[in-house]
Every structure is written in C-alpha cells, then in structure tokens.
C-alpha cells in the first residue's frame, strides 16, 4: 500500500485525489494547505485522514509515503523542497518550477537525498499518447517530420487572476504551452532551431504565442498557446508515409487516428475511465515499489530539457517572472 499526502487543495488537487481512488494499493493518508480549514474541507470530501494546516507538518508526518504538490507554479519550489528535504516522495505538478535553475536545484537535492522525484506531466504517461509513440516507432506513419499543437483557451481572466500575474508565472506559456512543447520534445527532442513571437498583456505575460522549433533532421515542430480565444486543442504528427491525429484534448485525447498511406484511416479509441490523473499516481508506485528515485518514462533530463525549452521561449518574447 503507498500512502499518499495532497499539498495544496484546489481544482487539480481534488481531481489527483478522485483518480486517486482507481488506483490499486493507494491510500491517501492526508491533506496539508496554508489554511487548516480549507485542509479539512479537502479532508472531510475525499476520505484523508488527517488535515495539516501546514506544509512542513504534512511532510513530517511518517505515514506518508508520497507526496502530490499541486500548488500554482510560484510555490512549486518552496513546496516541493519541502517535502524532499523530510525524505518524502514527491509527485510535482507540471511545470515543476518558474525556471530552469531552480528546477535544477529541486533534480539535484532529490538526486543527492536519495529521494524520488517526478514531473506530473500527465500527458506522458496517458495510455493514448504512449500508444501513439509505439506506433511511430513500429513505423505506422515513417519518420517524423512535423509536429503541430495548438492550445488556447478563451478567458478573458480579470487582472487579479493567476493568468495574469506575473509573481505567479502567468501567462499562456508555463500553463498551456508546456503541453505542445513536451509533445514536440516527446516525438522529436530538443530543437537545434528556437523562434517565438508573443503578443504580452498589460501585466507584462504572454496572451498569445506562437513557436517554431527547427531540427537538423528538417522536422519542424509549430506550437502555439494562448489565452484570448478558445482554439481547437488539438495535434497532429505527420511522417513520410502518414500521420496520427489527436482530438481535442490532444494532451488526453478520447482517441486517436491513424493515417496510412493507401490504406482507411483507423482510429484507435481510449479507455474513458478517470480525469486521467490516476496513471501518474500508478508510475509513481511502480517506481517506489521498484527503488527507483526517478521515472524512466518522465525522466528529471526530460523535464529539464522542456524547462530549458520554456525559458529560451520566455526569453524571446520578453516574459519576466518577478
């Protein structure tokens, strides 16, 4: 059984904690927040049986094996650090910090403590999104060439917003972006070739951005996200002889299909079970279960090579997290 601590207690942390009842041998055992009584709530509507009014007095709690952080992106660090350092597992939300350094930091003290640690980057471990990476590398549609992925929602966000606020990591690209980029870097890797344009708010955040990511093999990767128009969520990855496309969701798609040259299309349709949260929990028991203080599915250089991504983009188009 792994015993299983929330920190934080908002939209993603209850969605974590339904899924978190499909998964086999799980249990969460407590609920920490900054407010003991929004822990309690949490506590009282999924089932924990403690409440913290606190983040160190979750982490020191003995019974917990691992810990999910959902917080907003500013106290991700703060968060996570916490709970490494009281020797806990840690499951952190996606993206794991506001900027490469600082994740680098979190990877290092997790690597020198011995303790696991894991980017809850959903989309990677979703049974529809690994099926389609094994179709590609059984050569359904040949060799990759592009990538296209679109992420936009409608908004509009009042000023005081988290979408808007720069202190928080606002913005369009660390919470909508990171989806096409890591699928971009899933298929194709890291980019030789980074360009980015954005249109910025008056808080000084992205509402709007566009990517291109170039490679040396001559695939090219078009991405974009935004927060001023309800786009199509979707994706698609072309190769030399066909191409897969993703519904909206792309990054939890319902299915898949599968172009092939001279053949009908086929579509591969998902398992509807669950937010699609319960398989980050299940990687992270299978690791823990195994000894592993890293995922070899959602690796610390996949996350940091994305991190790396996200402040080259940022640099480009003038963001600044302060």
Same mark, same amino acid.
């Given at each position: ?9 908002g ?5 974590f ?7 086999? %041998? #799980?249990?969460? *055992? &407590?609920?920490?927040?900054? @407010?003991?009584?929004? =822990?309690?709530?949490?506590?009282? +509507?999924? /089932? ?10 979750l982490?020191?709690?003995?019974e917990? %094996? #691992?810990?999910y *952080? &959902?917080?907003?992106?500013? @106290?991700?660090?703060? =968060?996570?650090?916490?709970?490494? +350092?009281? /020797? ?21 003290? &997790?690597?020198?403590?011995?303790v ?53 990591g ?20 890291v ?20 990517m ?5 093999t ?55 079970a ?22 070899p599915?959602?690796p ?21 997290y302060?």
């Amino acid at each position: 059984m792994t015993r299983w601590g929330i920190l934080a207690t908002g939209h993603i942390a209850s969605r974590f904690a339904e899924d978190l009842r499909l998964v086999p %041998d #799980a249990e969460l *055992v &407590a609920v920490g927040s900054r @407010a003991a009584e929004s =822990a309690q709530r949490f506590a009282d +509507t999924y /089932g924990a049986k403690r409440a913290y009014g606190s983040w160190v007095e979750l982490a020191a709690d003995p019974e917990i %094996d #691992a810990i999910y *952080v &959902a917080t907003p992106h500013s @106290a991700h660090y703060e =968060a996570a650090m916490t709970c490494l +350092t009281a /020797g806990r597992a840690v499951l952190l939300e996606k993206p794991f910090t506001l900027d490469l350094a600082t994740s680098t930091e979190l990877v290092d003290t &997790a690597r020198a403590s011995g303790v696991f640690l894991m980017e809850a980057m959903w989309m990677r471990l979703n049974p529809m999104i690994l099926r389609v990476v094994e179709l590609i590398a059984d050569g359904a549609i040949g060799t990759v060439t592009g990538v296209r992925a679109d992420f936009g929602v409608a908004g509009p966000f009042p000023p005081e917003h988290r979408m808007r606020n720069a202190a928080l990591g606002g913005g369009a690209l660390l919470d909508l972006g990171i989806y096409p980029i890591s699928l971009a870097h899933l298929l194709l890797g890291v980019p030789q070739h980074i360009r980015s344009w954005a249109q910025l708010g008056p808080e000084g955040t992205d509402e709007n951005t566009g990517m291109l990511f170039g490679y040396d093999t001559g695939a090219l990767a078009t991405l974009s996200c935004g927060m001023v128009g309800l786009s199509g969520q979707t994706a698609s990855i072309t190769g030399t002889i066909g191409r897969i496309d993703l519904p909206e969701p792309f990054f939890r798609p319902g299915s898949v299909t599968v172009h092939r040259a001279g053949a009908e299309p086929e579509t591969i349709v998902a398992d509807g079970a669950g937010n699609g949260y319960q398989y980050e929990a299940i990687e992270v028991q299978r690791c823990l279960a195994a000894g592993l203080t890293e995922s070899p599915v959602v690796p610390h250089s996949t996350t940091l090579e994305v991190m790396a991504l996200l402040d080259t983009v940022r640099e480009q188009i003038g963001v600044r997290y302060v």
